[in-house]
């Protein structure tokens, strides 16, 4: 079971570009690593998917080194509206018991 | 596309009671996970059906069951509710086939229950 460690929490500004940098030490070659992003009493949204290298999509970029140990969710631009937990999940995407949501990071972004 | 329905959206039960949630995924979806979530423990994954079988299941005791139907759409039970029962059930809906796809989980806005 590949875990996934995060920074608990961050505060950022309004505009700033924000980069929230996950590790996880144990992925397996065919797992995917995804990001979730959560407000209170809703379900996550996902955010990005990506297995090697960067991917970029209309609200985020997802940076993965060659060794694929770590991965960093890269914000541009935040608003007062991105105060959310965002989550990092590696695991094989059809099996889901491989996946672990780990504590997140709560983002606070500050006006 | 309407997105997932999980219903009822809030609920109080007491201790010993039995409950059932359900879950409508997106139009098309074949699997539906379900999660519960706790400020102390945070997401954790109950269990996976897709096509009407049960496909994974997580670290959780024989109380909590579920079964997906013909058109997908799912239920979880949890019997003998305990007041650490109380949590929020997520539940979350994708395509779910091909082991090496992108397949994105889409969640629903959960249901809030209480145990008193």
């Known amino acids: 079971l590949a875990k996934t460690t995060q920074p608990i929490s961050m505060d950022s500004y309004e505009g700033q570009e924000v980069n929230i940098t996950c590790s996880h030490n144990n992925i397996a070659t065919n797992d995917y690593i995804t990001w979730y992003q959560q407000f209170p009493s809703q379900g996550p949204r996902f955010i990005i998917q990506g297995y090697k290298t960067k991917v970029t999509n209309e609200v985020a970029s997802l940076f993965i080194p060659a060794d694929r140990k770590s991965s960093t969710l890269s914000l541009p631009r935040v608003s007062l509206s991105d105060t959310a937990v965002y989550y990092c999940?590696?695991?094989?995407?059809?099996?889901?018991?491989?996946?672990?949501f780990g504590s997140g990071t709560k983002l606070n972004v500050k006006p | 596309k309407a997105g997932v329905t999980q219903t009822p959206r809030y609920l109080i039960k007491t201790r010993g009671q039995q409950v059932t949630l359900s879950c409508s995924p997106i139009?098309?979806?074949?699997?539906v996970s379900w999660y519960q979530q706790t400020p102390g423990q945070g997401l954790q994954f109950l269990f996976e059906?897709?096509?009407?079988?049960?496909?994974n299941k997580g670290n959780f005791p024989g109380r909590f069951s579920g079964r997906q139907f013909s058109n997908s759409r799912s239920e979880m039970n949890v019997s003998t509710l305990e007041l650490g029962d109380s949590a929020l059930y997520l539940c979350?809906?994708?395509?779910?086939?091909?082991?090496?796809?992108?397949?994105?989980?889409?969640f629903g806005p959960g249901t809030r229950l209480t145990v008193l």
């Open positions: 999940l590696v695991g094989e995407t059809y099996n889901f018991n491989k996946f672990y």
């Open positions: 139009s098309g979806h074949r699997s």
């Open positions: 059906y897709f096509s009407e079988t049960q496909r």
């Open positions: 979350a809906s994708s395509l779910g086939v091909s082991p090496l796809s992108t397949d994105t989980q889409y």
